[in-house]
DNA sequence: AGGTTATTGCACCAAGTGGTTCAGTGAACT
DNA sequence: AGTTCACTGAACCACTTGGTGCAATAACCT
């Protein structure tokens, strides 16, 4: 599902993912090691279906693997995603440090000795 | 409006700004330097009513600035808001580090005798 | 003053999100 | 076989999102 995306795609899905605090929790969770969906669903007080959705989203992004084993869905941590954004952030802060240190540091300047 | 904001209300807010990809087009272009709603408008063909709602929620998540100069509307960088996504992120790489260090590193093994 | 320009607010729309409940389905236990 | 358990799919709901067009406002130009 995550494969034969082009890149604006995955970071969509990536950013969006973690973009709930409820699922950056569960990746928490999933980080102490795998879990099934109601143990993920237990400590919010939620629906099993809501949490599957949750889940879902995760797998949709690449940041969360499953795998039915018995009558229950092990989940655990995907593999390499988050790389992604990762790297889209550092590229934005390279234009944003580039910003500050040219044509707009004389703003910066007058800040300073208006003060 | 960035202000007095819980830290997971930021992390939400900067992660679905960025969750766009025509809004993370319009910080590229920002990086730049500033720009008027119209000039932003404009490369995407995009209505000014569009591209002004674009930039309040890149403004509301702290990633833009705005200013009213003249009739025009001057959008700039914002300051520091990626730091706190760059933050989150990196805290979560840590535990997936971890959980690579750990019992499922046979896990990556496997996969490396396969081939 | 009058005309042009740039943005803005409002109403609208289709699609997506985050949650629910309820009725299956398939595995495990007795 | 029958029961229980964990998940799943479908339908529903209120709210948000990413767009649009149109009318109003405010600034600038002549």
Redesign the pocket.
Known sequence: MVNHMVQHEVLDRTF?AI??A??RQILVRLGQGPA??????EP????????????H?LENAGLVV?E??????QCRLGTERLEDAMSWIRFYQRLWERRLDGLDAYFTLNKETEQ
Not at 44 to 55: A, E, I, N, P, Q
Not at 68 to 73: C, L, M
Request: aromatic letters at 4%.
């Open positions: 969006a973009a709930d409820t699922r099934s969906i109601g143990e993920l669903a919010f007080g939620m629906s099993l279906t809501g949490m599957k959705k949750h889940v989203v499953t039915k084993v018995g009558r229950a869905r």
